[in-house]
């Protein structure tokens, strides 16, 4: 089975990835059913995704338990509860990371968000997990801050596959493709196979409607109000022209030869905020060739039952996207500020999340102990 709406999406170049895992997916073989019916070729995970898991389902209490009889620190505990969902979904999704020559039938799993502004401890996390999940499909979140860059670089040139995540302004996106390239020259020095490193470049969509329509409120003019909802597809828009350049230059077709492939655009944060906007916008509003739109569940189900995909909805639409950075420059918002208050606010959500997620793994450690 495959719902019209999914499968029009597929067939236009996008790929279907849910943005949630639980033990209870798993172990139910819920995402097995997704991945028949809904077209799910792909699964990320973040640490609030994790924290919701753990403290909603009794699924975990078992390798708690037994974890608290060897007296694991919290620190170790996490990350093997984690290891055991992003292995099983691994390999729940491995037939389609064979059959899509494994471009697809991935899983990522995010470093410790705290080293977010530590190059040298997030590229040690990175190897680390790697070795800790050792499955071919599995992709090491690495979010894009300015310490990120470096860390992508180096992650790669060791063969291991990368979602950069945290991605909101085109010039940060810019310096993660140059990373890839200079990662991906690094990994074919090293003698690693490239067709087998994969990467996708997460571009955080909705946040960015939800930080410019409060500016745009706030200054209150007619002007302002008539930019409403009008950035985050501008922004992502322009997003995929600078992938169509940089993926159709010299640097990179050097590596193409030797087996790489692209590191694909992946929207994130695709679920809406606001509810005067249509509830599948952010994927309707951006259908393009040799893309990822990874989902929570609300937004993949609204688009199996109402989203009309018909066709690409980001060729063409390059100089209406900067006509309206433009207009949103001169009604008075301050765009790098803007990037830069999603990716200060971006790093810090994700290490509350794992506060969160060891404060409350901490809490169940000690009651089964």
């Not at 798993?26 to 995402?31: A, D, E, I, K, V």
């Not at 597809?233 to 010299?250: D, I, K, M, T, W």
């Not at 301050?334 to 793994?361: A, C, M, Y």
């Amino acid at each position: 089975m495959s719902n019209a709406p999914l499968q029009a999406l597929s067939d236009a170049g996008v790929s279907v990835w849910l943005d949630d895992i639980s033990r209870d997916r798993l172990r139910t073989g819920n995402l097995e059913s997704l991945m028949s019916t809904h077209r799910v070729v792909g699964v990320t995970s973040n640490p609030t995704i994790f924290d919701k898991a753990l403290s909603e389902s009794d699924a975990y209490d078992e390798q708690v338990r037994e974890l608290a009889l060897r007296e694991v620190s919290v620190d170790e505990a996490v990350r093997m509860l984690t290891a055991y969902d992003i292995r099983w979904a691994a390999d729940t999704l491995r037939p389609v990371y064979d059959a899509t020559d494994r471009v697809d039938g991935r899983v990522s799993l995010e470093v410790d968000p705290r080293l977010a502004l530590n190059t040298e401890r997030t590229v040690a996390e990175a190897k680390a997990l790697w070795w800790l999940v050792d499955r071919p499909n599995l992709m090491i979140k690495i979010p894009a801050t300015a310490e990120g860059i470096p860390a992508i670089t180096r992650t790669l040139a060791e063969g291991i596959s990368v979602n950069v995540t945290l991605i909101f302004s085109l010039d940060r996106y810019r310096q993660v493709m140059d990373a890839f390239l200079k990662g991906m020259e690094l990994a074919r020095q090293n003698g690693h196979d490239l067709s087998r490193i994969q990467s996708v470049a997460s571009f955080f969509v909705s946040r960015v409607d939800t930080e410019v329509d409060k500016r745009l409120k706030a200054i209150g003019t007619p002007e302002a109000e008539a930019l409403l909802g009008r950035a985050a597809l501008a922004n992502a828009r322009l997003a995929y022209e600078a992938y169509e350049e940089v993926f159709s230059g010299a640097e990179w077709k050097a590596l193409e030869k030797a087996g790489a492939k692209p590191q694909r655009p992946l929207w994130a944060s695709t679920g809406v905020k606001d509810p005067a906007y249509e509830d599948t916008l952010y994927v309707t509003g951006l259908v393009a060739q040799n893309t990822v739109n990874t989902m929570p569940q609300a937004t993949l189900d609204a688009t199996a039952d109402h989203a009309e995909v018909t066709g690409n909805t980001v060729l063409g639409t390059y100089e209406q996207a900067r006509a309206d950075f433009a207009a949103l420059e001169d009604a008075g918002v301050n765009l790098p500020d803007v990037f830069g208050t999603l990716e200060q606010e971006g790093v810090k959500k994700f290490i509350d999340s794992w506060d969160g997620l060891l404060e409350d793994l901490a809490a169940k450690l000690g009651k089964s102990a």
